[in-house]
């Protein structure tokens, strides 16, 4: 195993960032063979980051690298930072507050172990609820939104002492009365467009773990790389943009309840800077290779540049990247496949238009799906369509509904999500106030995990919510049609190791399950 944690001039190391490993528990036996090991995209911005500002910095993959707490406990204690950086990020939309599973654990026995290290947590779930996180005995600090500029003022000070100075962090003030008590400072704005080539100048990728080659550690997607796991390493991810109207991640005050619907405000690395990563990729042997941002077939005035630079490169990687099922431009298929973007992922969400429109409030444009997934596999594109069961308008017909219409459209590649409302979303704060029930437990938001706990709607429970999508999930990946399709676009041999996905069987203790 490859890493490295101080440098040359044996000078100690300024912040270690630890990405944490959940996968036994939200992912199941899946987690074996069958999900992805995603690089911790926002572990390496921040490292780059910081070390362009002089830090020596270190990155701690427990995920990658599979490692028992005993054995994560034992290299932080090697390395000995000054401070642990906890950057609980994720590419998939529950990602942020399931990764908090490992994130906690581990911070637990840190602190048991080393308690002198300060132990400092950032991502989407602390920036929706950094209090609640904070309260966390195992928790010291927190960075608010991003936490580029609140991370460098922190590491410029003493970690200690002048905590009430730095903008845009939580921390625990010594109070006579209440001993220490979970205080906000005032919010620190998020990287402004024309500083982020700057302030975000790349990603630490040498600062990953690996055995034989960079990023030989982390796998795509299973679907992604065609069905074959001869294919899903070495893998990368990046973002050539930052900020959505999906994350709460770029919240630039400390109101209550914030949610993801008031973030607004997209910036874009420049063509040159984001060419420069993916030169980067290409050196180190990477072909499989995911576009990270939420929705990258928005805005033509950027992703254009970006695929022409690509086609001119001639990287030859194999991309997938985002896009909203009313934003599919026809006539820009044809740049994006040109680019080896061949697959696209959309949110269809729902197969009753009231359900998909109540969902929205209105935000989607309606459109016809049947057509738009017709135009994009005619320019030879695949399709990841996601579907979500169990909106708060939906019943067992609606959901029958979006089955079938899943069945129908049959693409290449299909997620079916139980719907929960997680930390930081609008249906977060609407479950409260409608005292839905909610998850007792971060492995409760997790949806493949034994302790899934989806919302009830109107008409129906948890555990009928969960059920359905569990059996939705079975009938597509064994519908005959369905893996037709995937030996005629991939090949025989790929069809066979889609065929043994549903037999690993989830247990759900929702539904009567047991460990």
Known sequence: MSYKYINEKGVNMDVLFINPDSSAQAYQDLAKVFSAIEPPTWSLLLAESCRSKGFNVGILDCDAERLSLDQSVSRVQSINPRLVVFAVYGQNPNSGTTSMIGAFELAKNLKKHTP?????????????????????????????????????????????????????????????????????????????????????????????????????????????????????????????????????????????????????????????????????????????????????????????????????????????????????????????????????????EAGNQKVRQEVSKGSFKEVNIREVCETIQAADINIISNYIFGFPEDNIETMQQTLDLALELNTEMANMYPCMALPGSPMYYEAKENNWKLPDSYEGYAFLSCDSQPLPTKYLSSKEVLKFSDDAWQKYFTNPKYLDLVEKRFGTQQRENVEEMPHIQLKRKLLGDEL
């Open 116 to 348: 002198e290290i300060p132990i400092c947590f950032v991502g989407p779930h602390t920036s929706a609820l950094p209090l609640e996180v904070l309260s966390e005995d195992c928790v010291d600090l927190v960075l608010l939104n991003e936490g580029v500029y609140a991370l460098h003022n922190l590491l410029k000070s003493d970690l200690d002492g002048e905590l009430s100075l730095i903008k845009g962090i939580g921390y625990k003030k010594q109070d006579i009365l209440n001993g220490l008590t979970p205080v906000l400072n005032q919010p620190e704005v998020v990287v402004p467009q024309e500083r982020m080539d700057e302030d975000l100048p790349g990603y630490a990728w040498d600062l990953l773990p690996f055995v034989k080659q960079p990023l030989d550690l982390y796998h795509a997607h299973f679907w992604h790389a065609e069905f074959d796991h001869n294919q899903r390493t070495p893998f990368a991810a990046i973002y050539t943009s930052l900020g959505c109207n999906f994350c709460i991640i770029n919240r630039v005050d400390n109101t209550d309840r914030v949610n993801a619907s008031h973030s607004r405000g997209m910036r874009f690395w420049s063509p040159d800077w984001v060419i420069t990563e993916l030169r980067k990729l290409a050196d180190m042997g990477v072909k499989t290779l995911r576009i990270s941002d939420e929705m990258f077939f928005l805005n033509r005035k950027y992703y254009q540049p970006i695929l022409e630079r690509i086609i001119e490169e001639g990287f030859d990687f194999n991309m997938w990247a985002y896009t909203r099922i009313d934003t599919v431009r026809k006539d820009a298929l044809d740049l994006f496949k040109k680019a080896d973007v061949n697959w696209l992922a959309l949110g269809i």
